[in-house]
């Protein structure tokens, strides 16, 4: 089946089960544009307008959102949703179609549109990427984060198409405020440019002494990352150490009285933690900033921030590292597909 003669070609994204933890219900799948075959941005719409994502039926939709694409350099970011079951059994394949010269993309708060890529859990999700003032939250939340100036910090290459470097200096991304409280996720990836210790490193945070915040160089230390939601700092190391100029992917949970951080594939330990107090406040990226203290400043690359009100299985975040990490080996991409239309020859009589 065709989605719509309009689309002139598709390719087949299967996805590894291999790589994916258990089965999982409306999974947000990475594409990194660039894994796609030739072809794609010789005929795909310079805006991404005429993206669309099915299922293997090759006709049901499901949402997408184009983050970024460069058709003059082949690259881009795209997420969908895996609407119904990614499943671990067996591979799960969808059909991406472009070549709709007319076509321009779903409005993101319509079913098929970005907003709707995300599940009602996500509190918050930016894709880190912008040169001006503005982190656009891709959630329909609107939380919308702004940088310190239209510059500061800077646009730079992620792990997910952009992120923003930090200067260790005074860099920040502040949101709009969000409440939130127990349970709770906060995901990042991080990539220090130096592990020098003496300071909390402020990844991600929402307040220092009532809620939580994810860092690295906890205790003072150089070599582990730390989650907590009060300020009593407790010591969550045992996941992995903080490597200079190295991405991690790191996940900081808390339910019922306990917290735990993990980094790439590892959980380390678990500490007996308060939850959140429930407060209406600014999320902080890259840096504490209550008091003007700039000390405790990230110094390097922050992408792909995501906060839920739900704590999210150990097999959703091992699936989340193996897409976000390797893309091209979660899924494989076929050959381009032409829309061939079928014209029944004229019988004539003579």
């Given amino acids: 089946m065709w989605y719509n003669s309009s689309w002139l070609y598709r390719q087949k994204i299967t996805i590894d089960h291999t790589k994916v933890g258990a089965d999982l219900t409306d999974y947000p799948v990475y594409v990194n544009l660039a894994n796609l075959s030739s072809g794609f941005f010789s005929h795909v719409k310079s805006d991404g307008g005429d993206i669309r994502i099915t299922k293997s039926d090759g006709i049901t939709e499901v949402p997408v959102e184009v983050v970024s694409i460069t058709v003059g350099s082949s690259i881009g970011e795209i997420h969908f949703k895996a609407t119904g079951t990614l499943a671990t059994a067996s591979d799960t394949e969808f059909y991406i179609y472009y070549g709709n010269s007319g076509a321009s993309l779903p409005a993101i708060d319509s079913t098929y549109g970005a907003e709707n890529v995300w599940d009602s859990n996500y509190k918050l999700v930016y894709h880190m990427d912008g040169s001006g003032s503005s982190i656009i939250d891709s959630t329909s939340n609107s939380i919308d984060g702004t940088k310190l100036t239209s510059t500061e910090p800077t646009e730079a290459t992620g792990i997910l198409g952009k992120a923003q470097h930090f200067d260790g200096r005074h860099d920040v ?10 349970p709770l996720t906060v995901q990042a990836w991080a990539k220090p440019d130096t592990t020098t210790p003496g300071a909390f490193k402020r990844i991600v945070e929402n307040n220092y002494i009532t809620s939580f915040t994810l860092l690295t160089g906890a205790g003072d230390t150089a070599d582990e990352y730390a ?6 700092y407790p010591d969550l190391s045992g996941a992995g150490d903080i490597t200079d100029q190295s991405w991690s992917y790191l996940v900081g949970t808390h339910n019922a009285g306990s917290s735990r951080i993990r980094v790439n594939t590892t959980n380390g330990n678990t500490a007996t933690n308060p939850a959140p107090s429930s407060v209406n406040i600014p999320v902080y990226i890259g840096r504490y900033v209550v008091g003007g203290d700039t000390k405790h400043s990230f110094d390097g690359l922050i992408d792909e921030v995501r906060i839920s009100n739900i704590v999210r299985l ?9 897409n976000q990490n390797s893309p091209s080996t979660f899924y494989s991409i076929g050959s381009e597909e032409e829309d061939v239309v079928s014209f029944v020859p004229s019988i004539i009589f003579i």
């Fill in 173 to 182: 991304i502040t949101s709009a405020n969000l409440t939130i409280d127990d």
């Fill in 227 to 232: 989650f907590f939601t009060t300020d009593d």
């Fill in 314 to 322: 150990d097999n959703w975040f091992l699936t989340e590292y193996n």
